[in-house]
Structure formats: structure tokens, C-alpha cells
Nanobody
Framework: QVQLVESGGGLVQAGGSLRLSCAAS????????MGWFRQAPGKEREFVAR????????YYADSVKGRFTISRDNAKNTVYLQMNSLRPEDTAVYYC??????????????WGQGTQVTVSS
């Protein structure tokens, strides 16, 4: 079992950047495929990015491709989401997720509590 805690959210102007962190405790993160999802007000939770256990493979939603970068440091049991060129439509609660499967599923087993990202126009 793993516990996930996100940090790094906040308020930023459009065009700005934020870096989210997801610290894991329990089993080491190298045992899990990990990723990020987000949920905007009145909308369903949606996939943002995922990364393989080793970090060698990443995948992004079309809406963030070229602007967001997911990475991980297994020595620190931490996954990151670097968000550049932020847009108002990126405003959402961002959730870290983990799964013991090889590829992060669309319904991961483990979730963090979420961190709010607000992008002002």
C-alpha cells in the first residue's frame, strides 16, 4: 500500500508555471506506475499524464502535451508535474495517482488528496 501527498498548487497568471510534487510513503514508488489527473468545477475527473515505474516511458493528454512534463525521482519517492504556459482552462484540483500495474490504469487504486491549481486570465 502507498500513501500519496500532493503539494505545489497555487494561483498563477496565464502563461506562468507551477511544479506539482507527489510524495509517496509506504512501499517505494519504483513499485508503482504513477500519474496525474485533474478535476475542474462541474466536470469529471480527467487524465493528465502518466509515467512508468522506471520513468522511461511517459504519456500525456492532448490538452497538455508540449506544456506539461511528468518526471519521477524514485530515490526520493516523488513524482513531479512541471506545468508551463498555463491557461485558465488548466484550473482544477490536481490529483496524484498510483497503481501496481505496469501501466497506470484509468482507475488507479491509490489517490492523493489533491492540490488546487488556479490560473487567472
Amino acid at each position: 500500500q502507498v500513501q500519496l501527498v500532493e503539494s505545489g498548487g497555487g494561483l498563477v497568471q496565464a502563461g506562468g508555471s507551477l511544479r506539482l510534487s507527489c510524495a509517496a510513503s509506504g512501499r517505494t514508488t519504483s513499485s508503482y506506475a504513477m500519474g496525474w489527473f485533474r478535476q475542474a468545477p462541474g466536470k469529471e475527473r480527467e487524465f493528465v499524464a502518466r509515467i512508468s515505474r522506471s520513468g522511461s516511458s511517459t504519456y500525456y493528454a492532448d490538452s497538455v502535451k508540449g506544456r506539461f512534463t511528468i518526471s519521477r525521482d524514485n530515490a526520493k519517492n516523488t513524482v513531479y508535474l512541471q506545468m508551463n504556459s498555463l491557461r485558465p482552462e488548466d484550473t482544477a484540483v490536481y490529483y496524484c495517482a498510483a497503481d501496481s500495474s505496469v501501466v497506470l490504469s484509468t482507475t488507479p487504486k491509490y489517490w492523493g488528496q489533491g492540490t488546487q491549481v488556479t490560473v487567472s486570465s
